[in-house]
């Protein structure tokens, strides 16, 4: 009797989500990949995908692509550390009217910070629940003593795990999951944990990555709608024809929904036609060289001043017909029967 072994694989969140990342173009793949890493989408990365993208669709030439390969392991598997701790706090920018380059250490015990008022406190305990979990989130308000020349807020915390400490610069690594393992409880914060409800949350680690994908791809579109409004001009093709010509005919209706077969059916430019041009070109050269463009509008001129001549004619003709002449001879007889019976009876 032999025994066999069935292996089963098993399916994560972490495998499904390698398998669809790895199955997309190589734009996204792209962005995907840095997203996966915890990486920030900048702008040149939007524009280096996008690159791809045309690429991809024939629209610009090919270059040379680093290949990519998609092994994701969330971060619930390496990231959290059950023996971190904040170690210091240094190198605050923008945030009140704090010195820059103080340094707050955290001792692994306990720590008091205390001081007159106006010394900073509050200003160290908002950059803290800005870059921690807190429930009473609190704007930083940059430095009122000056009228400009303001600092976005900025600082870096130092971690211990194990026995290596390293630093991570807040906001920039504020994706790391560091920043997700404290929080903030302060006096503000008591009455809303009284008052107010917990929301629980369940949420498997890397569903993130689905909505931060949505958000890079809405920025790709933006680029291709900037680029097809750029592209979107409209343009008279018609006006680079002398004549009429079924060419031109054809190109004064075109559109966004003519078909490009249509266009098509009329592309083969055979040798004779080239010849047929270049006779044409020269006969052009020549007629321009005589200068009979001028000689052409003046006597379309000459033709518009004739044309009106000729229908001022006819208007007048209307008063030298038969019937038109005997009625002004009836209406003088009678005017000169009419003078000679006034002066007769004496009347006016």
Same mark, same amino acid.
């Given at each position: 009797?032999?025994?066999?072994?069935?292996?089963?694989?098993?399916?994560?969140?972490?495998?499904?989500?390698?398998?669809?990342?790895?199955?997309?173009?190589?734009?996204?793949?792209?962005?995907?990949?840095?997203?996966?890493?915890?990486?920030?989408?900048?702008?040149?990365?939007?524009?280096?995908?996008?690159?791809?993208?045309?690429?991809?669709?024939?629209?610009?030439?090919?270059?040379?692509?680093?290949?990519?390969?998609?092994?994701?392991?969330?971060?619930?598997?390496?990231?959290?550390?059950?023996?971190?701790?904040?170690?210091?706090?240094?190198?605050?920018?923008?945030?009140?009217?704090?010195?820059?380059?103080?340094?707050?250490?955290?001792?692994?015990?306990?720590?008091?910070?205390?001081?007159?008022?106006?010394?900073?406190?509050?200003?160290?305990?908002?950059?803290?629940?800005?870059?921690?979990?807190?429930?009473?989130?609190?704007?930083?308000?940059?430095?009122?003593?000056?009228?400009?020349?303001?600092?976005?807020?900025?600082?870096?915390?130092?971690?211990?795990?194990?026995?290596?400490?390293?630093?991570?610069?807040?906001?920039?690594?504020?994706?790391?999951?560091?920043?997700?393992?404290?929080?903030?409880?302060?006096?503000?914060?008591?009455?809303?944990?009284?008052?107010?409800?917990?929301?629980?949350?369940?949420?498997?680690?890397?569903?993130?990555?689905?909505?931060?994908?949505?958000?890079?791809?809405?920025?790709?579109?933006?680029?291709?709608?900037?680029?097809?409004?750029?592209?979107?001009?409209?343009?008279?093709?018609?006006?680079?024809?002398?004549?009429?010509? %079924?060419? @031109? /005919?054809? #190109?004064?209706?075109?559109?966004?929904?003519?078909? $490009?077969? =249509? +266009?098509?059916?009329?592309?083969?430019?055979?040798?004779?036609?080239?010849?047929?041009?270049?006779?044409?070109? %020269?006969? @052009? /050269?020549? #007629?321009?060289?005589?200068?009979?463009?001028?000689? $052409?509008? =003046? +006597?379309?001129?000459?033709?518009?001043?004739?044309?009106?001549?000729?229908?001022?004619?006819?208007?007048?003709?209307?008063?030298?017909?038969?019937?038109?002449?005997?009625?002004?001879?009836?209406? $003088?007889?009678?005017?000169?029967?009419?003078?000679?019976?006034?002066?007769?009876?004496?009347?006016?």
């Amino acid at each position: 009797m032999v025994e066999t072994k069935t292996t089963v694989k098993t399916v994560t969140l972490e495998s499904e989500i390698n398998l669809f990342a790895n199955a997309l173009p190589y734009w996204a793949k792209s962005l995907s990949k840095k997203l996966l890493s915890s990486e920030t989408i900048s702008d040149d990365n939007i524009d280096t995908s996008y690159s791809y993208l045309l690429e991809d669709a024939g629209l610009r030439t090919k270059t040379a692509r680093p290949e990519l390969n998609i092994d994701y392991i969330g971060e619930q598997l390496t990231s959290y550390k059950m023996d971190l701790r904040l170690s210091k706090l240094h190198s605050v920018e923008g945030v009140n009217a704090l010195v820059e380059n103080q340094i707050i250490e955290f001792s692994p015990n306990f720590t008091v910070i205390y001081g007159v008022n106006g010394s900073g406190k509050s200003g160290y305990v908002r950059m803290l629940k800005k870059a921690f979990f807190n429930r009473t989130d609190e704007p930083i308000i940059p430095n009122v003593h000056i009228d400009s020349g303001h600092k976005s807020p900025k600082a870096e915390f130092v971690f211990v795990s194990g026995e290596a400490d390293y630093p991570l610069t807040f906001p920039d690594k504020s994706s790391n999951a560091e920043f997700h393992q404290f929080s903030v409880f302060d006096s503000k914060s008591i009455p809303v944990h009284l008052n107010n409800k917990n929301e629980f949350e369940f949420r498997p680690a890397g569903l993130n990555f689905f909505a931060e994908l949505t958000e890079v791809f809405r920025r790709v579109e933006e680029k291709i709608n900037q680029d097809i409004n750029a592209k979107n001009i409209s343009m008279d093709y018609a006006s680079f024809f002398d004549g009429e010509s %079924e060419i @031109k /005919a054809l #190109l004064s209706k075109v559109t966004a929904n003519t078909k $490009i077969d =249509e +266009l098509k059916k009329h592309l083969p430019f055979s040798v004779t036609d080239k010849d047929r041009r270049k006779k044409l070109e %020269e006969q @052009k /050269a020549q #007629l321009q060289a005589l200068k009979k463009d001028k000689e $052409i509008e =003046e +006597l379309e001129e000459k033709k518009k001043l004739i044309e009106s001549l000729c229908q001022h004619i006819e208007n007048n003709n209307k008063f030298f017909t038969t019937d038109y002449l005997n009625k002004i001879r009836s209406a $003088i007889d009678d005017y000169k029967v009419k003078d000679v019976t006034s002066k007769r009876d004496g009347m006016d």
